[in-house]
């Protein structure tokens, strides 16, 4: 049986969870326009996985018509489902919705959630925003590595040369990891400052640190 979009909204509409998640993941086959129509749909789902699956398209499908992807994205920042709130701050970046950010800023700031918190500085560095510095600069004091190694690399992304001086105390982290995307960042902002601080890791203990500040080095 083919999939079409009368086939879809039938499933959407269905009392059967597998039938709604299959709707939304059948979706993906259809002409992307009509596939936008069908997912907002199931964004308004009263189940939190099938709003999850739905929202992880608008990074593709937002394109379609980023007012209204703005307008969406924006509501499901206040979804009551972490993974949902994510996934909306992810779609964000990557549909560079610059009029959200300080919507991520204040959700940053009050979420309980690390989650939702990782999200949102993962995506500022592909939202490209020269705001998101001071976020970034906060998130580096977070408890949690995996915000601080979210924060290390949007660093790189944002393109500031005066997140090096930021960066350069990570260089000497005891996990490797963090080491790992200090090089990476470092990498991408370039200048004499970050092969400086590069040239600190090219005997790093961890064979693929030093690899990479090498290559660094030698581009």
Known sequence: ???????????????DLGDRLRAVNQARELEPAKAFELIQIAIG?????VRYSA???IDTLGNQDLQLSLDILRGLLNDPEADVQAAAADCLGALKLHDAFADLEQLYNTTPEWLVQFS??????????PRAFALLK?????????????A???FGELGDIQAISLLAPFASNSDWQIRYRVVQALTRLGGADAKSVLETL??????????????????
Not at 1 to 15: A, D, G, N
Not at 120 to 129: F, K, N, P, V, Y
């Open 1 to 15: 049986m083919s999939i079409t979009p009368e086939s879809v909204r039938q499933l959407l509409s269905s009392e």
């Open 45 to 49: 789902d009263s189940n939190s996985r």
């Open 55 to 57: 929202v992880s398209q």
């Open 120 to 129: 949102i500085i993962a995506t500022l560095g592909e939202l490209g925003d």
């Open 138 to 150: 906060q998130a580096l004091s977070s408890e949690n590595e995996l915000v601080q190694t979210a």
């Open 152 to 154: 290390i690399s949007s």
């Open 202 to 219: 090219v005997d790093d203990e961890v064979e693929a640190v030093a690899n990479e500040a090498r290559k660094a080095l030698q581009s």
